[in-house]
C-alpha cells in the first residue's frame, strides 16, 4: 500500500478514487533519512483529493482529478521561512528555543512565547533579567539529567523534551499509547439530520463555500488545516484570547483567507458571543491541548449537542491518551521525544526534519478529515468527530513508511515558482501558495491576512 493509500483509506475514503490523484516528482525535494516527501505528498494529495470529492458531491459531477507536485508541496512546508513583510524575514524561533547539552544527553527547549520562556527559566531557577540567560542555562542544563529537566519544566508549565531513540520511543507508555491508535480518529456523534448544502457552480468550484467554520488553533498545524478550508471557500472565524499573545510573523504567514477576532470566553459577553457564532456553525477546529477548552463547553460532544450535524476537529501534540494526554507541545519537540531528532542527527548532536513536516502534514490531514466527514454528512447526516495528533504523524513518519531511495523526477525544485506577492494591511507579503490542487479549483486565496484580532466576533 502506498502513503497515499495508507492515507486516504485511515480517512475512510473510497478506494477507487485514488487514480484520480495525479503527481510529479522533483529533484532534491525536503532531503532527510525518514521519507518525508513521501509523506507530505501523500498528506497534500488526499486534501486535494477530499477537496475534489466534496466538489463531485455539491456539482453532481464526477470527481476532478486532483494534482500533486513535489514543488508545490516543499514550498509550502517552509512556507514559514519564504515569508516576507515588506522584505523583511520571519523570525521563527526564539534564542532559548534550541537543543541543549545535559549530563547525560539532550533536551530542547520551546520558549517562543514570552509565558513559555518564563516557566522555562523560572523553573530551572535562571534569572529573567539576566543579560545572558542562555550561558546560564546551559551551565544547569550541563549537570542535571535529561529527563530529570523535561519534567521539572514541565511540572512549572513550560516546554522541554528530553532526546529519545526510536526504541526508547516504543516502550515508553505514550510511545505505546500513540502507536495502539489510528492515523486519523473517526467518530459519529449523533444521528442529527441531514443538512443539505446549496449545489456550486462559479469559477474556480469552491467544495467548502457557505460552510462557516470556528478556527480555535494556533502555531501551524491547527492553521495549516483551517488556512486549506479558506482556500477552499469557507468562510473561517479565528478566535483567540485577549490574554495570549501571538507572534505577528506566525499570524501573516498562517491566516491567509481568514478573518481573526478575540473573546475571553471566561467573560459573559463574549461567552455569548461564541454561542452566537456556534449557533450558526460547521465547522469547529480545535488546537489546544486536550481538556483545556473543556470547561468552556467546548469538549465534541457538547458542541454537538448544541449544534447538531456540526462537525469537530480536534489537533493535539500527544493525543487525547496516555500519560501525555494533558501536556502541550510542538512540531519540533515531538521530533525530539519520538526519535525523530536521533535518527537524523549525528554523532556529534541531534538533528531535524527539513521543514516542520509533522505540523504541515498533520494540518493538510485534518483539513482532509474535515472535508470527508462533510462528504459523508450529506448522504447520512450525523455530527462528526475528526482527531489527529503530531506524535501519531511522527508515529506513521519513522514505523509506517519504508524507506525509499529517491525516485526518477520529473523536473528540478525552484521555490520561486509557487511563491506570490499581495499587499495587505501587514505590509507587502511574499508568501507560498497553497499545494492543494485539483481540476477546475481555487489557485490562491481570495484574501491576504489581515489585523490579528481586529474583525467582529460574527459571520461575514
Not at 15 to 32: F, K, N, T
Not at 90 to 114: E, Q
Not at 117 to 122: A, F, K, P, Q, V
Not at 246 to 256: L, P, R, S, Y
Request: glycine share 10%.
Amino acid at each position: 500500500m502506498t502513503p497515499t493509500d495508507f492515507a486516504w483509506a485511515a480517512l475512510g475514503g473510497d478506494p477507487s478514487l485514488v487514480p484520480q490523484i495525479s503527481a510529479a516528482a522533483r529533484e532534491g525535494v525536503l532531503p532527510a533519512r525518514l521519507p518525508v516527501r513521501a509523506m507530505a505528498r501523500a498528506c497534500v494529495a488526499v486534501c486535494a483529493l477530499a477537496g475534489a470529492e466534496l466538489t463531485a458531491a455539491r456539482t453532481g459531477g464526477k470527481v476532478p482529478e486532483a494534482r500533486v507536485d513535489d514543488g508545490a508541496v516543499a514550498t509550502a512546508f517552509h512556507s514559514e521561512r519564504h515569508l516576507r513583510v515588506d522584505g523583511r524575514e520571519p523570525v521563527n524561533f526564539a534564542p532559548l528555543s534550541r537543543f541543549w547539552r545535559t549530563a547525560d544527553g539532550w533536551v530542547r527547549t520551546h520558549a517562543n512565547y514570552p509565558h513559555h520562556r518564563e516557566r522555562l527559566l523560572g523553573a530551572l531557577g535562571v534569572p529573567e533579567g539576566r543579560d545572558t540567560p542562555a550561558e546560564v542555562l546551559a551551565e544547569v542544563l550541563a549537570e542535571r539529567s535529561a529527563v530529570e529537566v523535561e519534567e521539572t519544566v514541565y511540572a512549572a508549565g513550560g516546554l522541554a523534551i528530553a532526546l529519545r531513540t526510536p526504541g526508547q520511543w516504543a516502550t515508553h507508555p505514550q510511545g505505546r499509547a500513540i502507536a495502539a491508535h489510528p492515523l486519523v480518529a473517526r467518530e459519529r456523534l449523533d444521528t442529527a439530520p441531514v443538512r443539505p448544502l446549496v449545489p456550486l457552480a462559479g469559477d474556480p468550484l469552491l467544495p467548502a463555500a457557505g460552510l462557516r467554520v470556528l478556527d480555535l488553533t494556533r502555531v501551524i498545524a491547527g492553521p495549516v488545516a483551517t488556512r486549506t478550508l479558506a482556500l477552499l471557500g469557507a468562510d473561517v472565524l479565528r478566535i483567540d484570547s485577549p490574554r495570549l499573545p501571538e507572534i505577528d510573523d506566525q499570524h501573516a504567514d498562517m491566516d491567509f483567507g481568514k478573518r481573526s477576532t478575540t473573546l475571553d470566553l471566561s467573560a459573559r459577553a463574549d461567552r455569548s458571543a461564541f454561542e452566537e457564532l456556534l449557533a450558526e456553525a460547521d465547522v469547529v477546529v480545535t488546537g489546544y491541548r486536550p481538556g483545556a477548552l473543556d470547561r468552556f463547553g467546548l469538549c465534541p460532544r457538547a458542541l454537538a449537542e448544541r449544534r447538531p450535524g456540526l462537525v469537530v476537529a480536534q489537533l493535539s501534540a500527544w493525543g487525547d491518551y496516555g500519560p501525555w494526554s494533558g501536556r502541550r507541545g510542538f512540531d519540533s519537540l515531538v521530533q525530539v521525544a519520538t526519535g525523530i531528532a536521533e535518527i537524523e542527527g549525528s554523532a556529534e548532536r541531534p538533528g531535524a526534519l527539513p521543514a516542520q513536516a509533522l505540523d504541515h502534514g498533520t494540518g493538510y490531514l485534518l483539513a482532509a478529515a474535515v472535508l470527508r466527514a462533510l462528504t459523508e454528512q450529506l448522504d447520512d447526516g450525523g455530527s462528526r468527530f475528526v482527531r489527529l495528533a503530531l506524535a501519531r504523524t511522527a508515529e506513521w513518519l519513522v514505523n509506517g513508511l519504508a524507506r525509499q531511495d529517491e525516485e526518477p523526477a520529473d523536473a528540478s525544485y525552484e521555490p520561486a515558482r509557487w511563491l506570490a506577492g499581495t499587499d495587505s494591511d501587514l505590509g507587502r507579503l511574499r508568501y507560498a501558495r497553497s499545494p492543494v490542487s485539483f481540476v477546475g479549483g481555487p489557485a490562491d486565496w481570495a484574501r491576504p491576512p489581515g489585523r490579528l484580532g481586529t474583525d467582529p466576533a460574527r459571520w461575514a
